[in-house]
């Protein structure tokens, strides 16, 4: 890693905060714009007061996950005024590093305009891993939260065995739970079994569903629909960890009276300095090799 | 047991309600009074209007935790009247067993006055021990919620290794923290060692504490006084899970500006079903033997 | 699965003749041969004495892992006269399957030729998860054999993270071990955060080796060259797991006093029983779908 | 702890020559007497050829486990020639500490007589706990050995819940097996449950035998007779690991051809440098208070 990288960190939320702090930490300059209010930078970061003071000179500029809502500004939500784009795009320097969360095509489009180079950090498996970590202790929090029971001792089913599905059972058992975890492969049965939970087909989930005091869903396609919902006992709580569209037919259950929680985007909500700490790490990562 | 037992369940709060189903649904015949208000009481539970239709006939009659808040009527937060403790005492029928929590001195010489038999379910070993389940989830909820920080990854530090600590280390360390826990005897350190945590004597508490984004009093004496709580880092979150008086200093934490929070009577909180399940068992335990 | 499925065990060692008692516990008609010697198959299995015999009428007929040695015979260690795979190719009903561990090209030859169909489950990808369960056990075992300290508490290095490093991790740090693990990408330095245990860049692999009491390869591929074998501690164990050409200089670690051990094929010395249980969970599966 | 604490090992196994070697480690001067044979005792020992050289100074002299076989000399395996203990006693110096295990009264008369402190390490409770640490993985290793299938998704059973079977069934635990553990209070059944394993009444252990795989003893009174024996499996292992007189018939055992192991002293049979490390960290801990 270059020993002068400078970092300029561009709007965003308490991730967005806390990452500055950290980059400054380890030592690195950082510039950070787009942080009025609220959010605790540390005297640490310098807090210039905008985009373009921030981006001129830094090696990598860093914008936020998503890194913009509406197409022409920055998703800067602790900004009192809009931060521009453009106002990224047109100071960075040659050959810098713009990483940002869900880049769009246009991104790319003006990295080769204008001589930067361009990388979503949230396409990096390894961000996609330990950010499993934060979004399964947010079910965990949860589903304590939400329960009359201890997690120790309930039975839970966990539909899917993905990478949340994964730490997910992990903390779930470690707490004392008795966990069923269904998959559709073989492969993925044989690993719930050497990782010491329940393995179930698919096509029993169903049929397993009765005397769980909780339910997760990590699968995003419909498999919570009317039928099975139906089979969920009294008070058991289902909560839905899949990205859009999910996996439960959320009127039905309003219908049938199950709570159900739709919980999206839990790293940020629940953990945003792990969360800006797992960024820090990927960006790292990418400027290292 | 007896297949006869008759279960009075007079007063109490969620967990008490859950306990008289529990019973219902272990076979026994359940009379309850005292549940006017929100409480659910499923319907295999025979709700009565009065102590003394509830009691009369009863092999088992069951108080809640605490008894009495005033001396004279019991705990019932869910009752529109006040039920006298007189009404028990003079209902109950000979020989049958009269358990509650925290029974004072005078609910013996009721029991020799009138011939029924007074035990206090709080005062034997397994109840809390099973207690300390919900106390220790209760802690990693709280902590959950309070922290900026996965409990994964983070530094935390235990103080005392009690039935309470050892269920919360174990916790802690399951979620994937690093912990350390401090102890006074040489054997309690060995334990420590063996469950794997990192043991640390009492001496050496303060020099523990930065790096801790999470600090557990468990030891009713104070630990953490001014000096110790100067020690703590910027954002460490302290929660106190002794009983009274308690471990800390909370007028010096005000000062220092640290997050201290005392944790009270956790298990009827955050988990009322399976404390009134732990009851249900140490009680079933008590009559059988 | 057809109701009516037969099965004939052909030769192979102490796994198949358990899996042909627990196919037989099953439910299902099962004969064997190739058992002269030593094996115990149990009363529920049919003995015969040709593999004519067997594999006459049988949907289903299982041969060893590998299947053969010599490339004319079953690879039958517990049979007196050797077992002609013609015999098998031959009296294989129409549209029956035969399944062997690491089957050559010839055997989907004779398939074709005789009419039967073919499949190796050694080349399921659940075998192989599973398989990954004995093996770390093994590995554990010998560890336990082998060293003058325990587990617990012991610094344990293990180079790559593929299916037998995720097991043989998850079982020596749930024994008390202090583990690190390396590997090259950073998706797996995540997972091995995630799960708990100490990630290391392969880069640094021989600054981790001082202070391990021992050290087990899964790669491959020449990781342990003399001059990383010189970074080991005096009295430090060094197992290797890779499968051929392994990942240690043997005549390196001979030369350096290095005990070095190459232990290859675990699951079917350590754990016969549960390696022919999951050819017999793997093949069902073959069946099933 | 005085800073210039002079050690003198007199005597013992591989435990006592780690222990030697530990203690120089330190930054301790060790001197060692005993140890013509077998063991390695580093160059960081200084190795003299009588008790009285190695005893003359010594703040702190350490005697084996046992202390004595005979009753007249030190237990000495690794010497040629005997060592009489009368060496020691009078050669000791004043307020010097004389330890080692098991020490019969004699040895505190001597103490009384010649002016120096007699302490047994084996009397303290910290030693005892980190023994069963050892002790476990013993166990756990000669069931590996033992058995025809893995730990992992075995049913295993434990007889008694005192510091040997709480580590052991966590090791067993975490390897994945499905652990009974039969304790008579209910608070250790609480434990039981609280730890994750499935508790069960003494009464009902005869009935939670089918189906195990490994059975293990640690209550040191006759558990398994004959009647109970006979309920094992076929094949079932059956691991005693309680002191004298043990808790299984096994004669009863071998006329019902059961596979039943009397593993006693396992720390220094299966791990004798971390048995030397607890020895030795008795030893500090009874020096420093």
Known sequence: MPDKTAFAVIGGDLRQAYLAGLLAKD???VRAAGF???AELPDTVTKVSSAREAV???SCIVLPLPYTLDGATVNAPFS???VPLEDVWTNAGKNSLVTGGRLS???YDK?????FRAADYYKREELTVLNAIPTAE????IAM???PVTIHGSRMLEAGFGRIAKMHCRDLSALGADVICCARKYSDLAWIKAYGCRPAAFASLPGELPGCAAVFNTVPALVFDEKTLSRLDRGCLLIDLASKPGGVDLEAAGRLGVRAIWALSLPGKVAPMTSGAIIRDTILNMIDG
Chains 1, 2, 3, 4 share one sequence.
């Open 27 to 29: 030592g690195f300059d």
């Open 36 to 38: 009025d209010r609220d």
């Open 56 to 58: 001129g000179g830094a």
């Open 80 to 82: 009192r005024a809009p």
């Open 105 to 107: 095509q246009s991104v």
């Open 111 to 115: 990295a080769d305009e204008y001589g």
């Open 138 to 141: 947010g079910a965990v929090q």
């Open 145 to 147: 939260e939400e329960l």
